[in-house]
């Protein structure tokens, strides 16, 4: 017999499971988006044969038929939610009841991504909606555990995370819990928490791994430069430093 105290950090009871036995229950949900980081975590099964044996998707508007939300261990989320949609506030009610973690994947539901740009009153959407990453409602905080940024996430970099849920790998996932606070997960946290405190290297990891562009590489001055109108705040940028989530000792000032 297995006694596990808390697996994969998603039972608050302490429970006895044969190992063989246990799976770890997802399911993956569509809220405002265009469907990519589901169709990227679908590619990320194909890396994930060694793992199907302890993984049971329970739920995908892709791949499953039920149209009810059954109990899980993880809620993949994907997209931000439209504030003047009952369904998708009803949606995302029941998904705080059922699942006992909720991943925010890709950068609409982490931080917003392009549906920050988004407000309506034209055609072919003339009325006028506001969108919010799953990060800032309210009555979900507490089930928000991680956040996983792109625009999609790599295939690999969601197979890693699901990989590090399984084994409890909490220096692998600390940064991913520290992104359901970031505000901004763009340009500006580069230029504000990693350039101008002095921690950037000059590496241009940002710059490669932005999607839109929105950051370039400066080689006179071996620095990144931002330009906040191309930014869709998905978050790569911020994921790619290698030095945006290092425990930085802070100042003391007697």
């Not at 600390?174 to 992104?179: A, C, R, Y």
């Amino acid at each position: 017999m297995l006694l596990i105290e808390e697996v994969g950090m998603f039972y608050r009871d302490r429970l006895s499971f044969e190992e063989e036995d246990f799976k770890l229950k997802v399911g993956f949900l569509h809220f405002s988006s265009c469907s990519g980081c589901q169709v990227a975590f679908l590619d990320m099964f194909e890396e994930a044969v060694e793992i199907l044996d302890t993984v049971e998707l329970v739920y995908s508007n892709m791949l499953t038929k039920r149209r009810d939300i059954p109990r899980m261990d993880v809620a993949f989320v994907e997209g931000a939610l439209c504030v003047e949609d009952p369904h998708h506030i009803n949606l995302l009610r029941e998904v705080g009841k059922k699942a006992k973690v909720v991943v925010a994947v890709g950068g609409c539901a982490a931080f917003g991504g392009v549906r920050r740009l988004s407000c309506g009153n034209q055609l072919p959407q003339p009325q006028s909606q506001t969108f919010v990453p799953i990060t800032e409602v309210e009555f979900l905080r507490t089930k928000v555990k991680y956040a996983i940024p792109g625009c999609p996430p790599n295939p690999s970099l969601l197979y890693s995370f699901l990989l590090a849920l399984l084994e409890v790998n909490e220096d692998f996932l600390l940064p991913f819990e520290l992104m359901t606070s970031s505000t901004k997960a763009s340009g500006f946290d580069i230029v504000s928490e990693v350039v101008n405190k002095g921690f950037c290297v000059g590496c241009g990891t940002c710059s490669t791994a932005c999607p839109t562009r929105a950051i370039s590489f400066n080689r006179e001055c071996g620095k990144p430069a931002f330009n906040a109108n191309l930014c869709v705040h998905c978050g790569s940028c911020l994921a790619a430093c290698p030095q945006s989530f290092k425990p930085y000792p802070q100042p003391v000032y007697v």
